[in-house]
Structure formats: structure tokens, C-alpha cells
């Protein structure tokens, strides 16, 4: 079947520790994102990549970088992982039909803890 | 820029009765509108997606329906079931991304 994977499913780091989360997807969709869910709390997109073009939300912290090598894959790079950053880390992907309608298409997330 | 908020945040009803949960968007000019389930500790699994030129959508017990005019949009379960307890995300594009509410975390007792 078609779909968002997401790996590791939980993840444990150390305060400081750099750390990468792995996405990948079969649907062939040209856009993927990266959201940051707190507990009890809507997914906060970090940003974003139209194909290979590369979209940072404003307020995204330079600390959380992503990389998309090919259309398959998109990571999520946290440099120096705080207290702040454990969550859970969804990874979703739409495909643009150029009509304006995005339907989008999650993975199963990544819990991150930080300690 | 777009807001979305979900009313009531819980909500918790006897299995068996039927319900209406609310979304509400601040920026009418929407090409569509999608509503998730979120079990806990999970992703989110997609139920139905509303087109902007569409009233509603129908998937088994869900009707999800589109006022673009007021600016909301419902989702009612028929007949719920304990298995529906979980918390429902609506959410509206905004530009290349989507804008999401909070949620409504939906308890059914048996």
C-alpha cells in the first residue's frame, strides 16, 4: 500500500545531542512537510518542500533543519535538542494538482524525549 | 492569515448517541477543508476531505459538512461506538501549508 513512514517511531536523545528523523513516502507526492505536535496541541508546521524547493515558516528555529535528497525522502535535523523539543514530529505529504486542493497524507509521527 | 478553532475541546457522550463536532475558519477563501483522527500517541489518519465547491461528504457513519459563506464546517457521527473515541483535527489550507485547530477529544462510553 501506499504511504508516509516514519522512522524511528520513538526516539530518545540527550539535551544537546543532535539528532535526525527519517521520512519517507511511495505515493510520489511532490510536497512534503514537517510538523511539530505538542501534547494537546495542533501540529505546528516547521516547513515545507515543494519539490526541491525549500520553505521555512518564520518562526521555525534555526536549530531544526531538513534535507530532501530525493522525492522519496525528507529528514528532520535537530542540531542541538533542547528540553523545548520533545514532541511528537509528523511528517505528511500532498501532491498539488494545481487546482489549489491539498489533500494530505501523515505518517504514524515520531515521539521524540529529550533528557 | 487563517485561524482555525474547534469547538467544544472535549467531549464525552454514551455510546450509541449521535454527535456534532465544530470547525471554524476566519478566511472563507478556502479550496477545501479535511478532517483527521488522532488516537493517542498516533499520526493522523485522514476521514474526508470537502472540496470548496462541495456541501458534504459521506464516509459510513460520517457526514462532514461546508458553509464557506459562515466560515464552518461540521463533522457528525452517527451512532457512535467506544472504538470512536479519539481526538478530531479539522484543518483548512493556507497557502502551501495547512492550518489546523486544536482538536476535539471525543470520549464514547460504553
Known amino acids: 500500500d501506499a504511504m508516509v513512514i516514519q522512522n524511528p517511531r520513538y526516539q530518545v536523545t540527550q539535551f544537546g545531542k543532535p539528532v535526525t528523523l527519517s521520512c519517507s513516502q511511495t505515493?510520489?507526492?511532490?510536497?512534503m512537510y514537517w510538523y511539530q505536535q505538542k501534547s494537546s496541541q495542533a501540529p505546528k508546521l516547521l516547513f515545507h518542500?515543494?519539490?526541491?524547493?525549500?520553505?521555512n515558516e518564520a518562526d521555525t528555529p534555526d536549530n531544526f533543519q531538513s534535507r530532501r535528497p530525493n522525492t522519496s525522502f525528507c529528514f528532520l535535523d535537530i542540531r542541538s535538542p533542547g528540553l523545548g523539543d520533545a514532541a511528537m514530529y509528523l511528517c505528511?505529504?500532498?501532491?498539488?494538482?494545481?487546482?489549489?486542493?491539498?489533500?494530505?497524507?501523515f505518517g504514524p509521527g515520531t515521539r521524540l524525549t529529550v533528557t | 492569515k487563517q485561524e482555525v478553532t474547534q469547538i467544544p475541546a472535549a467531549l464525552s457522550v454514551p455510546e450509541g448517541e449521535n454527535l456534532v463536532l465544530n470547525c471554524s475558519f476566519t478566511?472563507?477563501?478556502?479550496?477545501?477543508l479535511q478532517w483527521f483522527r488522532q488516537d493517542p500517541g498516533k499520526g493522523l489518519t485522514s476521514l474526508l476531505l470537502i472540496q470548496s465547491s462541495q456541501r458534504e461528504q459521506t464516509s459510513g457513519r460520517l457526514n462532514a459538512s461546508l458553509d464557506k459563506s459562515s466560515g464552518r464546517s461540521t463533522l457528525y457521527i452517527a451512532a457512535s461506538q467506544p472504538g470512536d473515541s479519539a481526538t478530531y483535527l479539522c484543518?483548512?489550507?493556507?497557502?502551501?501549508?495547512?492550518?489546523f485547530g486544536a482538536g476535539t477529544r471525543l470520549t464514547v462510553k460504553p
Open positions: 505515493l510520489n507526492h511532490n510536497v
Open positions: 484543518a483548512v489550507p493556507n497557502n502551501n501549508d495547512m492550518r
Open positions: 478566511d472563507s477563501a478556502i479550496y477545501n
Open positions: 505528511a505529504t500532498s501532491r498539488d494538482l494545481g487546482t489549489g486542493v491539498y489533500e494530505q497524507y
Open positions: 518542500y515543494y519539490d526541491k524547493d525549500f520553505n
